[in-house]
């Protein structure tokens, strides 16, 4: 045989058509050759129509209606419906695409609306006295006492021209235990501006020392019905008149959720001298 | 001839689908851009200009180049956002007409001899004021202008994200 690739001549037989010099593989027969072997194989009986070659589908014609249960001695072959599948692809692309795009121009107008709403700062400011119990989160706070504890001559750490200032807070709470419930830690407000409470982590030995003890945290009233203690900051020396801010929060989130309003008390300085011990001996 | 009919709707609907489709992830992709994560909050500081102090030639022992002023510009900053501020003023950037006309402290900080190390005070960290959300605090700064320019523009971010806002200052 001669590979029809290099034109080598080789043994057919012997290398089972593949072709030893190029690799390729040669068919031995032609599509008539394989034909007749199939007769030869399985018979001479199968249904050839005059008007229909051998080996090819049979396709009625228009006039030639398919009868179903007509005698008909051959199989009848359903005829392809060539296409469908494509169609029905290309349509189930386009209700996507309808889908994707109602969606996206949804996404959008509703992304557009959300950043038209421009804060307008409008929180609900609340005032409230010293010693007035108000309601906050859940809870009832109050706010009793404003202690100026130490300045540089006492803890000499401290900057140049500052102050620790604590804030006696007192609170009764349902006594449940909510994840997001918590009292986020409150800003005082002096003429210079505001500044965050200190942690409770940080001021917590000097406050041992101090007299402003036991120190309060965030969790304060999470899971307790009553709590009582101190907050501390950092304030002007100078400074007489302070606001301490409790921000209330909707607890619908993991840092509060939305923000409903600000609760201030006025405060004006007691000049408390630093307690004595209250602490370890150590202090 | 049916199979070419199909095969010719395919391919209207699968173009159809893909003009479809290209705005609807285009749209998508705006929206996702457009908006920030609600997971967190953020601040949004307005700053107005409340007043302009002319302080001479000289400030804090610095004397103003020649042919230079040195202004205090008193700001109200408006948090309007649904986060804490951990900064008073947002920082602002001022540009005259020129590129010299406005110097701001980092321009005279380098001639200040600095001063000795010192250690870091007690509780540092919180001496730094901030702006609650939904209040206003107040801030100054100190610029060097150049004499005889009338307006300056100061632009900042007022929040996280990418929008600048301009603040036109009148000096005349």
Known sequence: MRCFNCRKEFDYEKYYGICPKCGCFNQKESREERHEDLH???????????DSGCGQTYAYSSAEEFQPGAADSRSWEKPRRRGAGFLVFSLLFLVLSLVVLASGVLAYIG???????????SLRLVSHEVGESFAFQKAELQVDEIRKLADQSVLPGLAE????????????????????????????????????????????????????????????????????????????????????????YDGSGWDGGNLL????????????????GGGTDGQ | MASKGRTVLSVIFLAAGLVLLVPGILFWVMSAGSSSDPAYKEPYCVVEL???????????????????????????????????SYQELPSLY???????????????????????????????????????????????????VKDGVTAVQASYYPGYSDEKLILDIDLS
């Open chain 1, 261 to 276: 309003a600000g609760h201030y008390v006025e405060l004006k300085a007691e000049d408390a001298a630093p307690e004595e």
């Open chain 2, 94 to 144: 001022y540009e005259g007409p020129e590129y010299n006309d406005v110097y701001e402290h980092y321009y005279w900080d380098s001639q200040v001899t600095p001063e000795e190390e010192t250690e870091a005070p007690l509780f540092d960290g919180y001496y730094d004021l901030c702006i609650p959300p939904g209040r206003v605090g107040r801030a100054s700064e100190v610029l060097m």
């Open chain 1, 40 to 50: 030869d194989r399985f018979g001479d009986d199968s249904d050839h129509r005059e």
């Open chain 2, 50 to 84: 409340e007043d302009i102090t002319e302080l001479g030639g000289s400030y804090e022992g610095v004397s103003a180049e020649e042919g230079y002023t040195f202004y205090e510009f008193s700001y109200l900053v408006k948090n309007l956002g649904d986060g804490e």
């Open chain 1, 111 to 121: 992304s557009r609306v959300e950043t038209a709403e421009e804060p307008d700062g």
């Open chain 1, 161 to 248: 021209g500052m102050e620790l200032t604590a804030v006696h807070v007192t609170g009764q709470g349902d006594g449940e235990y909510e994840d997001y419930n918590r009292i986020q830690m409150p800003y005082i407000e002096t003429e210079a501006g505001y500044r965050y409470a200190l942690s409770p982590y940080d001021f917590e030995p000097y406050g041992q020392m101090l007299g402003a003890y036991p120190v309060l945290d965030e969790y304060a009233l999470m899971g307790e019905s009553s709590c009582s203690g101190w907050y501390a900051f950092l304030t002007e020396a100078d400074a007489e008149e302070f606001r301490i801010w409790f921000d209330e």
